[in-house]
């Protein structure tokens, strides 16, 4: 008995051991930060946020026809707010709609550099216009906030690098790698006729760029438990987006003599059987580096978890969402209350983690479903983005950027559960990464797409000026 307590009490030293040992060893891996001076931004720049909102670019869906009036428009806007970058950089339209601005660099041995944003903005559900504090293409300016839609979501970020990009010019300053500036239309819905064009047109050209950076990282502020100080996510890749249509038909009938089983009942127990046996979460590529930049900076035992992933996998792969999630959106079937319906319907979307694919889920999805149900692919589908390292060049300036700009945030890799156009770059560009510094916080995520959206004076110049040394820094 004493052998086998003995036995217990080594195990339980060496398991505390290799805990501490593993703990100890994860050191914090953020850059140094470097002082720079404040940059003066008028603010007349507010205006010009405003005036960009006014015009409605509305992605409605793939086969929509975009506005060509809200578009032409929003051009001409651009054309006449930023004069120097229009006379100084050579624009080229992709589909009519989408922008391609290049700046051309005095050194062609250095890669060039693809700043990403979107033109186009979802609509407004019209019964949640009274519960907007201002109408939301008014794009009203009040003493704090820029109110309306777009402001996050991206013509923010699309007119504050050009904010940049002019006032660069305005002090004469010559890049001595090339910019690409692409603004795509339809990011909303998929990108296939903006973001999907530009590239294959770089490509044609024989661009091969050091890096991409787009939408989908942002600063969260209190976002994640344990740690006060705000986190500057880099998002390397992004999940797969898919859904599958379930389809179930039978011969229907009168709602009194009611079969064993039903059309609807069927579909009911397909979904719920699809939310009951959902796919594994998994330590994949990102999620390890995110552990490792996150860990290093968390509170001792939440940083022992961490740091031995091995033993404290579960809890925080599904914390980070690490798997590949399933959210029925929406259910079809019925035309009257004593007819059993010969046809019912449910779309259920996937959000695809690196590693596993369309062909997967669809497989994954039969598996779990009964053979009464057919499942067909439906609307646009794209599998998992690869995914960019830490460990380049760029990713060292873009850290030593955020961190010079905001010495307090703590830069940290991560996995981007939504879409942006920026996995279209990927094959001519070494790195791609997600990033502005658009500030949330538990109350404004609420706003991506949603009511109120708008964004803070002060964090707007912070995109502008994040823009500003961005590029400099790359020179």
Same mark, same amino acid.
């Given at each position: 008995?004493?052998?086998?307590?003995?036995?217990?009490?080594?195990?339980? /030293?060496?398991?505390?051991?290799?805990?501490?040992?593993?703990?100890?060893?994860?050191?914090?891996?953020?850059?140094?930060?470097?002082? *720079?001076?404040?940059?003066?931004?008028?603010?007349?720049? $507010?205006?010009?946020?405003?005036?960009?909102?006014?015009?409605?670019?509305?992605?409605? +869906?793939?086969?929509?026809?975009?506005?060509?009036?809200?578009? $032409?428009?929003?051009?001409?806007?651009?054309?006449?707010?930023?004069?120097?970058?229009?006379?100084?950089?050579?624009?080229?339209?992709?589909?009519?709609?989408?922008? *391609?601005?290049?700046?051309?660099?005095?050194?062609? +041995?250095?890669?060039?550099?693809?700043?990403?944003?979107?033109?186009?903005?979802?609509?407004?559900?019209?019964?949640?216009?009274?519960?907007?504090?201002?109408?939301?293409?008014?794009?009203?300016?009040? &003493?704090?906030?820029?109110?309306?839609?777009?402001?996050?979501?991206?013509?923010?970020?699309?007119?504050?690098?050009?904010?940049?990009?002019?006032?660069?010019? +305005?002090?004469?300053?010559?890049?001595?790698?090339?910019?690409?500036?692409?603004?795509?239309?339809?990011?909303?819905?998929?990108?296939?006729?903006?973001?999907?064009?530009?590239?294959?047109? @770089?490509?044609?050209?024989?661009?091969?760029?050091?890096?991409?950076? &787009?939408?989908?990282?942002?600063?969260?502020?209190?976002?994640?438990?344990?740690?006060?100080?705000?986190?500057?996510?880099?998002?390397?890749?992004?999940?797969?987006?898919?859904?599958?249509?379930?389809?179930?038909?039978?011969?229907?009938?009168?709602?009194?003599?009611?079969?064993?089983?039903?059309?609807?009942?069927?579909?009911?127990?397909?979904?719920?059987?699809?939310?009951?046996?959902?796919?594994?979460?998994?330590?994949?590529?990102?999620?390890?580096?995110? %552990?490792?930049?996150?860990?290093?900076?968390?509170?001792?035992?939440?940083?022992?978890?961490?740091?031995?992933?091995? @033993?404290?996998?579960?809890?925080?792969?599904?914390? %980070?969402?690490?798997?590949?999630?399933?959210?029925?959106?929406?259910?079809?079937?019925?035309?009257?209350?004593?007819? =059993?319906? #010969?046809?019912?319907?449910?779309? /259920?979307?996937?959000?695809?983690?690196?590693?596993?694919?369309?062909?997967?889920?669809?497989?994954?999805?039969?598996?779990?479903?009964?053979?009464?149900?057919?499942?067909?692919?439906?609307?646009?589908?794209?599998?998992?983005?690869? /995914?960019?390292?830490?460990?380049?060049?760029? $990713?060292?300036?873009?850290?030593? #950027?955020?961190?010079?700009?905001?010495?307090?945030?703590?830069? /940290?890799?991560?996995?981007?559960?939504?879409?942006? &156009?920026?996995?279209?770059?990927?094959? =001519? +560009?070494?790195?791609?990464?997600?990033?502005?510094?658009?500030?949330?916080?538990?109350?404004?995520?609420?706003?991506?797409?949603?009511?109120?959206?708008?964004?803070?004076?002060?964090?707007?110049?912070?995109?502008?000026?994040?823009?500003?040394?961005?590029?400099?820094?790359?020179?």
């Amino acid at each position: 008995m004493k052998k086998i307590f003995l036995g217990l009490v080594l195990i339980l /030293v060496a398991l505390a051991a290799i805990l501490l040992f593993n703990t100890f060893q994860l050191s914090s891996k953020q850059v140094a930060a470097e002082p *720079i001076e404040k940059l003066e931004i008028s603010d007349d720049v $507010f205006l010009n946020l405003s005036k960009a909102i006014q015009f409605q670019t509305i992605s409605y +869906s793939e086969d929509a026809v975009p506005d060509s009036a809200a578009f $032409f428009g929003f051009h001409r806007f651009l054309a006449e707010t930023f004069p120097l970058t229009h006379a100084n950089l050579t624009l080229e339209k992709i589909s009519d709609y989408s922008l *391609i601005y290049k700046w051309e660099g005095s050194d062609a +041995s250095k890669k060039p550099i693809i700043l990403l944003s979107h033109q186009d903005v979802v609509p407004v559900d019209e019964p949640t216009l009274g519960d907007w504090e201002a109408a939301p293409f008014e794009g009203k300016i009040t &003493d704090t906030h820029i109110i309306g839609r777009g402001t996050m979501d991206d013509k923010g970020t699309l007119v504050g690098l050009l904010e940049a990009v002019e006032k660069l010019l +305005s002090e004469s300053f010559v890049p001595s790698r090339t910019f690409y500036l692409a603004f795509g239309h339809d990011e909303e819905v998929g990108g296939g006729n903006g973001a999907v064009k530009i590239a294959a047109h @770089l490509k044609a050209k024989g661009v091969e760029a050091a890096m991409t950076i &787009d939408e989908g990282g942002f600063i969260a502020e209190n976002m994640i438990p344990g740690v006060e100080k705000p986190v500057a996510m880099i998002n390397l890749a992004e999940k797969g987006f898919a859904s599958f249509r379930l389809i179930v038909e039978t011969n229907g009938g009168h709602s009194s003599a009611p079969p064993r089983e039903n059309t609807i009942g069927i579909l009911a127990q397909a979904i719920v059987d699809l939310e009951n046996n959902q796919l594994p979460y998994k330590m994949v590529k990102p999620i390890d580096a995110q %552990l490792e930049y996150l860990g290093a900076e968390l509170p001792f035992f939440t940083k022992l978890a961490f740091a031995n992933p091995w @033993l404290f996998k579960k809890p925080i792969l599904e914390s %980070l969402n690490a798997h590949t999630t399933t959210a029925p959106t929406i259910i079809d079937g019925g035309v009257k209350n004593n007819v =059993i319906p #010969t046809v019912a319907e449910a779309t /259920v979307n996937f959000r695809i983690l690196p590693g596993e694919t369309i062909e997967s889920v669809k497989a994954h999805i039969e598996k779990t479903v009964s053979e009464k149900v057919r499942v067909e692919p439906v609307g646009h589908l794209t599998n998992p983005s690869p /995914v960019s390292t830490v460990e380049s060049e760029a $990713f060292q300036i873009l850290a030593k #950027t955020i961190r010079s700009q905001n010495p307090d945030a703590l830069v /940290v890799p991560g996995l981007l559960g939504g879409g942006t &156009d920026s996995r279209n770059f990927y094959d =001519i +560009s070494e790195e791609v990464y997600r990033f502005y510094p658009i500030r949330i916080n538990p109350e404004s995520m609420t706003r991506f797409h949603g009511i109120d959206e708008k964004i803070s004076k002060e964090n707007y110049k912070e995109i502008i000026e994040f823009s500003y040394l961005l590029i400099k820094n790359f020179n």
